[in-house]
């Protein structure tokens, strides 16, 4: 009987532990997804993404997302270092992790997607190929600067 009381305070305990850390979970996704999306920005900025534009894709009824954010860099590692960075930061400020991160192998067009946010990074001749700016051309478009 003692042993029975034992186990059944103990698993209240970890209830209880596993609770607060939900609690505490919760707590932290305080992240609107302007906010995400300004973080991803700054994330590409870091790395000295170019050519960024965000697409607001929310009233669009077939879209796929609420928002595309489309870079590119100079070179695949770049593109990769840029892939990481809002990988990275992402996990560690806002502790959102992506559902998806697709094209790390060739580094020519990455996908890191938060389902309400898909990141492409591309490597400029990608970009244009694939020239996802025209294909969605009926988004509301939002152009960020270049930081040298």
Known sequence: MINHCRNRTNLIKLNTEYQL???????Q????????????????????????LKLDLRHLEDAPTDFFIICEGESTV?????????????????????NNFEGAGESRWVLVD???????????????FYQLEQLWSDAIITEYDNLD
Do not use: W
């Open 21 to 27: 850390s939900i609690d505490k979970k919760v707590e």
């Open 29 to 52: 996704e305080t992240f609107s997804i302007d906010e995400l999306n300004a973080l991803i920005i700054d994330s590409i900025q870091d790395i000295k993404g170019k050519n960024i």
């Open 78 to 98: 770049q593109v990769k270092s840029i892939a990481d960075n809002v990988y990275g930061r992402l996990k560690r400020e806002a502790d959102n992790l992506p």
């Open 114 to 128: 938060y389902f309400n946010t898909v990141v492409h990074v591309f490597y400029p001749e990608a970009r244009e």
